[in-house]
């Protein structure tokens, strides 16, 4: 039986990854500052603890562990990374988990380490223009990403490549393009774009209006969980290094992606313009290197991740008003 550590086992993807593989056969510990807030988590062991702190990351190999999964960060949605309050914190939290998972990791020997990177590392240069983003591997240098988020997922795949150059460490560093689905953060603030408007939408009435950040033509892809852990389990299958993008190739804009859920919905929604952090004006995921090198590329239409998305956030919306 194959042994794997899910590092932020807590979070969204993690919990989702961690069920992966579990289904897979993998005997698995999480590890996080908290439990899955929804339940989302089938490991075998899950570990209460900060990965900011060495010593806690070391107990975690009390046994021969042969995969680990860094996906633990300090992290949010547009609303959380883009207003430059939280900046010190992202940096140093996020630096800090990779510094000691990787050392950790290289002292007892692990197999294979994979890095979750994010297409916020992508040079803003390359982004101004919303119908036609480069964001093609090589496009990563010179490099200028639009936030410090989006630089320390930058600084952490360097890092995770030294380890592999330096100390022969088979590692795994793959690019995620908005990653969604049910059983994630859908309020608080940390919320991405395709949940928070779930809810907007799911709060509103027939013929209502949601506020939308910025004028709405900004442009993203959307990735639902599911695809995403299946390139994740590739890309670890493989010898491929990376870095790679795994991310839909449907970009849309956020206009678009309201008129979506509004339909899933059965709803008519009408939007207003509002100030807010945006990010970048345009990002698509190219998928050209992951289909050349694994032989795969997401497929799965954004319609239907979103309905199943809505469904669930629409669960949570009614079950909060029942509550209050």
């Known amino acids: 039986m194959k042994t794997a550590i899910v590092c932020g086992a807590g979070g969204f993807i993690g919990g989702h990854l961690v069920n992966r593989l579990k289904e897979e056969g993998y005997w698995v ?58 900046d010190a914190v992202v940096m140093h939290n996020s630096a800090t988990i990779n510094l000691n998972m990787v050392e950790a990791s290289r002292i007892h020997g692990v197999d294979k380490i994979f890095y979750s990177s994010s297409a916020c590392m992508y040079p803003e240069y390359n982004q101004t223009d919303p119908d036609n983003p480069k964001c093609s591997e090589d496009s990563a240098y ?79 892809s959307f990735l639902y969980i599911d695809e995403c852990l299946e390139g994740v389990r590739r890309l670890m299958e493989s010898d491929f290094t990376g870095p790679v993008n795994i991310g839909s190739e449907e970009m849309v804009t956020i206009n678009q992606l309201v008129d979506i859920i509004a339909g899933v919905a059965g709803k ?13 004006r345009g990002r698509n995921s190219d998928n050209a290197l992951i289909h050349r090198e694994l032989g795969w590329k997401p497929t799965e239409p954004l319609k239907d991740g979103l309905a199943r998305t809505f469904a669930w956030i629409q669960e949570q919306v009614k079950a909060a008003k029942t509550v209050a």
């Open 268 to 280: 008519t929604i009408h939007k207003k313009h509002i100030e807010g952090p945006q990010g970048v």
């Open 29 to 86: 510990r999480g590890v996080d500052l908290k439990a899955h807030e929804f339940g989302n988590d089938q490991a075998d062991d899950f570990v209460i603890g900060d990965l900011r702190d060495p010593r806690v990351c070391d107990a975690l190999f009390d046994r021969k562990i042969n995969e680990v999964y860094q996906l633990a960060a300090d992290m949010g949605g547009a609303g959380y990374i883009f207003t430059g309050e939280h």
């Open 142 to 220: 010179p490099a200028m990403p639009d936030s410090e988020y989006g630089w320390e997922k930058l600084f952490s795949e360097r890092l995770y490549l030294s380890y592999h150059r330096n100390y022969g460490m088979e590692v795994r560093v793959a690019r995620f393009h908005n990653i969604f689905g049910p059983l994630g953060t859908w309020t608080g603030g940390r919320e991405k774009a395709p949940a928070a408007l779930c809810r907007k939408v799911a709060e509103s009435e027939n013929g209502g209006t949601i506020e939308i950040w910025g004028d709405g033509k900004q442009t993203r």
